[in-house]
């Protein structure tokens, strides 16, 4: 069994998303009734959108990393859990004794729910599949016991494809892209935190009022408003602070110019390549919509979960998030008791706040604010699971960097699914799985029970949201 997992594995991780991911969107077009032609073709822009999007998204990832770096490097602040990013959690998570069971494991979750009618969601992003197998093997550190780390595993397989139906609408219709859902468990767990902060908000008067949206901030600004100059402006200013003290006169004034062309680039070209993948979408949507009509009489939704990459080139989401970088850095300074300190994966808050937007209505202000309270719980959070996140990277083979003594990430260290499901399984054994479950099915029946008042919740217009299958 073991080496027909690592077999899947292998095909996988060797052919890669941008390969593989047309593959599957082709197959799954043609199982929805999609003529072989008009599938063929959405596979192959959906991939070329991929490699676009990719590709802008580690320019981004160079820029930020290296502008973030160098502003911790100038506060010469030490803390000794190092942050060591998103790929070093994911090959952590597939490393471990879990990560060989996702795939198939996950698979079938999704398939079993979608039969029962408790999700409308098909998950094809494989390559996310880890964050699953991150918390399976963290509970697998805590507890020593695989079939925990499977069950739990599963759960959070659950848990993502809940969020990702519960979040799909209000997905659909602020970003335009129909049929989609994002079963990601960097973006999602954000959502109950940015409406509790949305309901705060709506009750204190002058902060309620603050209309801070893109298209409010483009018509007050004019040009310095647009997404574009938008980017420029605030890769100039974190260029300053980070290189401000980077050696001679032209080579702080290259890097601070770098910095602000690279980032306003990343405003510009990630919503192009966004557009490009909608035409891939667009004929799979129509052909699941038809598809749905003829089985089951037209009362039911189908969505195709993909990554929240697809989110993080809309100008409220992108700007939010360079903003929150230096936010980040000087919480690691002042927050009481925090051990973390932030360096590799600091590129990585535009995917965890991305999914506030719909929520904040686009406004800028309040998804830093809710962005703001989730690293700032976060950093609780990845202090108290680093010590069982250290086990599980050296359970997997992974070097610790030199000089630390734990390590963590924001992808999934500072979020609060991973800390719920290890707590409850090494508080409670087998019970907590019990709890986990309960919990997760006691949303499930009140999601179900009136889905369009949730959706709204999540920041989908009336006309929007859907009805119970």
Do not use: C
């Amino acid at each position: 069994m073991d080496a027909v997992l690592s077999a899947i594995k292998t095909l996988f991780d060797t052919l890669g998303a941008t390969v593989m991911l047309p593959i599957i969107i082709f197959l799954l077009a043609l199982i929805l009734g999609a003529k072989p032609g008009r599938a063929f073709r959405a596979a192959v822009t959906i991939g070329v959108a991929f490699v676009g999007i990719n590709l802008v998204i580690g320019l981004m990832w160079s820029n930020l990393t290296e502008v973030a770096q160098a502003i911790v490097k100038n506060t010469g602040v030490t803390r000794d859990v190092v942050d060591v990013g998103w790929p070093s959690a994911a090959a952590i998570a597939f490393g471990s004794s879990v990560g060989l069971w996702v795939i198939p494991l996950t698979l079938v979750v999704n398939l079993v729910l979608l039969a029962l009618r408790l999700t409308r969601t098909l998950d094809v992003d494989v390559w996310n599949y880890w964050h699953f197998a991150f918390i399976g093997s963290l509970i697998v550190a805590g507890t020593g016991n695989l079939l925990y780390g499977l069950i739990g595993a599963a759960l959070a397989a659950a848990l993502a494809l809940f969020l990702g139906d519960w979040t799909a609408k209000a997905v659909q219709k602020f970003y335009g892209l129909p049929g989609i859902s994002i079963p990601h468990l960097t973006s999602a767990p954000i959502v109950p935190i940015a409406i509790a902060t949305n309901w705060v908000i709506e009750r204190i008067p002058g902060l309620r009022d603050a209309e801070w949206d893109t298209e409010t901030i483009r018509k007050r600004l004019g040009v310095f408003g647009e997404p574009v100059i938008l980017g420029l402006v605030i890769g100039l200013v974190l260029g300053a602070i980070a290189f401000y003290n980077a050696g001679d006169a032209m080579t702080v004034l290259a890097k601070v110019l770098g910095a602000g062309i690279n980032l306003a680039a990343v405003m510009l070209l990630l919503p192009r390549m966004v557009a490009i993948l909608m035409e891939g979408l667009i004929p799979i949507s129509e052909s699941a919509r038809e598809f749905m009509q003829k089985r089951a009489g037209g009362d039911r939704e189908f969505y195709i979960g993909l990554d929240s990459a697809i989110l993080i080139g809309h100008p409220a989401a992108i700007a939010s998030a360079l903003v929150l970088v230096p936010i980040a850095i000087l919480l690691s300074i002042i927050l009481p008791g925090n051990r973390v300190i932030l360096f590799a994966d600091l590129a990585v808050i535009p995917f965890v706040v991305a999914m506030t937007a719909p929520v904040m209505r686009g406004n800028v202000l309040r998804i830093v604010i809710a962005g703001t309270i989730t690293l700032a719980v976060g950093f609780y959070i990845a202090t108290s699971m680093a010590p069982l996140f250290t086990s599980a990277a050296v359970a997997s083979g992974f070097s610790l960097p030199e000089g630390a003594v734990q390590i963590t990430s924001i992808a999934d260290g500072f979020l609060w699914p991973p800390f719920l499901f290890v707590r409850t399984v090494m508080g409670l054994g087998a019970l907590g799985l019990v709890v986990l479950a309960a919990l997760l099915g006691v949303a499930l029946f009140f999601f179900l029970r009136n889905t369009k008042a949730w959706e709204a919740a999540a920041g989908a217009p009336a006309e929007a949201t859907a009805s119970a299958d």
